[in-house]
């Protein structure tokens, strides 16, 4: 179960991060940093699952989020819990709204005409559970969580 | 983004020799590849160097798959390693343009 946290009560792995989107390898070198400082360091695998997932929240969070004329920043928590790798992004832009959002379907779709949309699939494909709600402090929260 | 350009027999090879292939690298990747593929028949994309490519990087090479077709040539890929591979597939890129281990193997099969 994913734990929903304070961020008062966290310590340790908590990284705050601008929104510009240069900024988009150091969400990668976290997750990669963090798992370097487990033992055993988590399985390439699940290693580069994690982070391509981290990197297209962050880069939603960025761009339709915040966007360029409303700059801001974005926290990133990573909890390594029983069962598995939970991260959290806590961010104060546009909330995102899942309901309306058009998931690429590789069954129905043809990629061939798409020009976009791959982000969420590949969010919700790779990781065990994925949510989208806010906290009681009224960030916008996604949490992703993946089975180790 | 550093590309390297070669031909080989009537094969144009195109090196991406970047690591990173992902949102702040899009533009200029399509601004640099695009009109090198552009009108071309026979195509080659060596992804040898690349690590990481994320979604909008696919979006890009897809672009590029796009412009190739609208031309009525032929490109492929090679050399990529196995968590680009991995994404390739998770996105059914595999479906629509051919993927090698090598290079060769690429240069073989047009």
């Known amino acids: ?10 310590k340790g792995n908590i990284m705050k991060i601008s929104s510009n989107i240069e900024n988009l390898h150091q969400v990668r070198d976290y997750i990669r940093q963090f798992s370097a400082s487990l033992a055993p360091p988590l399985p390439d695998e699940k290693l ?8 297209e929240v962050a880069a939603n969070i960025i761009r339709h989020g915040y966007g360029d ?12 819990e029983a069962t598995g790798i939970s991260i959290q992004f806590l961010d104060q832009g546009d909330p995102f709204n899942r309901e309306n959002a058009i998931l690429f379907n590789p069954e129905a779709d043809e990629i061939i005409d798409k020009t976009g949309g791959f982000g969420l699939f590949i969010i919700e494909e790779i990781m ?20 180790i | 983004m550093k590309i390297e350009k070669t031909n080989e027999n009537d ?30 028949k026979k195509v080659l994309f060596d992804l040898d160097e690349l690590f990481f490519v994320d979604s909008s990087g696919c979006g890009a090479i897809l672009s590029c798959i796009r412009q190739v ?20 597939e998770l996105i059914r890129m595999h479906k629509i343009v051919d993927i090698y281990n090598t290079r060769q193997e690429a240069l073989d099969n047009f």
Not at chain 2, 69 to 88: P, Q, S, W, Y
């Open chain 1, 128 to 147: 065990d559970k994925v949510t989208y709600d806010q906290d009681d402090l009224g960030n916008n929260r996604t949490q992703l969580f993946l089975k």
């Open chain 1, 69 to 80: 004329d409303k700059p801001g920043e974005f926290k990133i928590i990573i909890i390594q």
């Open chain 1, 1 to 10: 179960m994913v734990q929903h946290l304070d961020l008062r009560d966290v």
């Open chain 2, 69 to 88: 077709n609208a031309d009525d040539g032929e490109i492929k890929i090679c050399n990529t390693n196995k968590r680009v591979r991995t994404l390739f």
């Open chain 1, 48 to 55: 580069d699952m994690l982070e391509l997932a981290a990197n």
């Open chain 2, 11 to 40: 094969v144009v090879i195109i090196k991406i020799a970047s690591k990173m292939l992902d949102v702040p690298k899009v533009s200029e990747f399509k601004e640099a590849i695009l009109p090198l593929v552009k009108n071309q």
